[in-house]
């Protein structure tokens, strides 16, 4: 069965540089969620979009931003990256009705230098 | 606001005894209710979920967990548990009230399984 694909699986980057992460949630999956899990941290909830819309927010930093395509994939983009920025982020997607549950790619492991 | 607790940051087991991992959680309105597992340098898997209907839930592996609204728990179980079960669990939560989307994670436990 089709999963979500995230990419890149690695990178670094270093301090001040730019960074995006890409996700390509599961077909037919219209919302994606994205989570940054810090070293030894529980994941914790950034954002969500929903058909391309911002849904839901969390603690995602000014420094950050998403968006979702029209193909349903989606960006997160990162500025101005600090050491602290290093971590795994996850991407997730479901159905609309996410009481379905939520599929968690296997994430893209940033590490700022 | 939602949260979940996981009392315990690590759980010894020998193998073949039954497990249990515990998770309570505070909502305002009605829990939606998951446990995932994530295995070093990989992603979360889904192990179960409880959104309504029946208090025990079975799920992937032969885990399973029990809901139990006035303990507002949701602690995961196996009856026997093998040295591959060795991982990190999160419990999470999602209140069906207030709208909001992302799920709330508790703390992990690390589950260790001797031979």
């Known amino acids: 069965a089709a999963g979500v694909i995230q990419s890149p699986r690695h990178l670094i980057k270093e301090k001040r540089e730019t960074a995006t992460l890409k996700c390509y949630p599961i077909?037919?999956?219209?919302?994606v969620y994205w989570y940054q899990q810090g070293p030894g941290q529980d994941p914790q909830f950034l954002i969500s979009?929903?058909?391309?819309?911002?849904?839901d927010k969390g603690s995602i930093p000014d420094r950050f931003s998403a968006q979702q395509f029209s193909d349903y994939h989606s960006e997160l983009n990162m500025s101005s990256l600090e050491l602290g920025d290093s971590a795994l982020y996850f991407c997730?997607?479901?159905?609309?009705?996410?009481?379905?549950?939520?599929?968690f790619g296997s994430g893209t492991r940033l590490t700022v230098v | 606001a939602q949260s979940v607790a996981q009392p315990e940051d690590q759980v010894n087991v020998a193998e073949g005894n039954p497990l249990t991992v515990k998770c309570t959680y505070s909502?305002?309105?009605?829990?939606?209710l998951f446990w995932y597992v994530q295995y070093p340098n990989r992603g979360l898997q889904f192990l179960l979920k409880?959104?309504?209907?029946?208090?025990l839930v079975k799920g992937s592996y032969g885990f399973e967990a029990e809901f139990n609204k006035s303990q507002t728990s949701f602690h995961l179980k196996k009856p026997s548990a093998l040295v591959s079960d060795s991982a990190l669990y999160f419990c999470?939560?999602?209140?069906?009230?207030?709208?909001?989307?992302?799920?709330?994670f508790g703390k992990g436990t690390h589950l260790i399984i001797q031979p």
């Open positions: 997730a997607s479901s159905p609309r009705d996410h009481n379905y549950g939520y599929t």
């Open positions: 409880y959104i309504t209907g029946d208090n």
């Open positions: 979009f929903y058909e391309k819309m911002q849904s």
């Open positions: 999470a939560v999602r209140d069906s009230l207030g709208g909001a989307d992302g799920l709330t």
């Open positions: 077909p037919r999956h219209d919302t």
């Open positions: 909502v305002s309105g009605n829990p939606y």
